[in-house]
């Protein structure tokens, strides 16, 4: 589902690990020109680019999936990681279509790959056998106390009751909860007052999350220091 929470969990594995991988990528991989602009940003930051050829899309791409394969440090001569195996981690994040997939899979290599995706269908195909995980929505009692705190109101008498009655309402979807949580604080309103908005709103609230197909409806907000 979008607003899930996959961008943001993918994130958080990212930024706790970060120190584990000698490199780090993170391609938006909706469409097949995403994710050839993504292989140009890695091939641009490998130092893979051949600046004598003219470029060459599928070139580029085959050039990085022979890194990835074969992923030797060429960069910090001298310093004893020089010329050992990078260790890396690839995100492609939003692969709804999976089928796209297959033309930027690396071969082989030992690397680390993590798919975020709304599609099903995606744990069965090109990367199998591989781990999945299905996120659910907040369970109430994670969600009630979340949006207390994202709404400032943690001291405020029974607004646990009544975060946890609009959290329910939301049906526990982070995406709507960290929006909800947002409107309340910007347009500086009691949960009441939210309550009474929402049943006005909710209409157009339902469409934004149908044309968000996956998209955040609020921007993720990286760790700090990410
Ligand atoms: N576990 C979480 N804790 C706090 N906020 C979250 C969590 N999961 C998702 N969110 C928030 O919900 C919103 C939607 O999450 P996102 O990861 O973009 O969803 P998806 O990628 O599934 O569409 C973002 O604003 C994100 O910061
Ligand atoms: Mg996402």
Known sequence: MGGIGKTEVAMWYVFSRRTKFDA???????????????????????????????????????????????PIITANQGTPKANDEASWLLVLDN???????????????????IVTSRNPLSKDTVYSPSLSIDLAPFKLNEAGPF????????????????????????????????QMG????RRHMSLEEFLAYYEENAGNYMIQQFQAKGDPICKPSLPSGC
Do not use: H
């Open 147 to 178: 949006l207390q705190s994202l709404s400032n109101r943690e001291y405020e008498e029974n607004s646990l009751e009544a975060c946890t009655k609009i959290v329910e309402i939301l049906g526990g979807l982070p995406s709507g909860i960290t």
């Open 95 to 113: 692969a709804d279509d999976p089928n796209i997939l297959y033309d930027f899979w690396p071969d082989t290599g030992t690397g680390c790959v």
């Open 182 to 185: 947002g409107i309340t604080r």
């Open 24 to 70: 780090v990528f993170w391609i938006n991989a909706d469409t097949t020109e995403k994710l050839s602009l993504g292989f140009t940003e890695m091939s641009m930051a490998l130092g893979l680019e051949d600046e004598s050829a003219p470029e060459d899309e599928i070139e580029r791409r085959e050039r990085v999936k022979g890194w990835l394969s074969n």
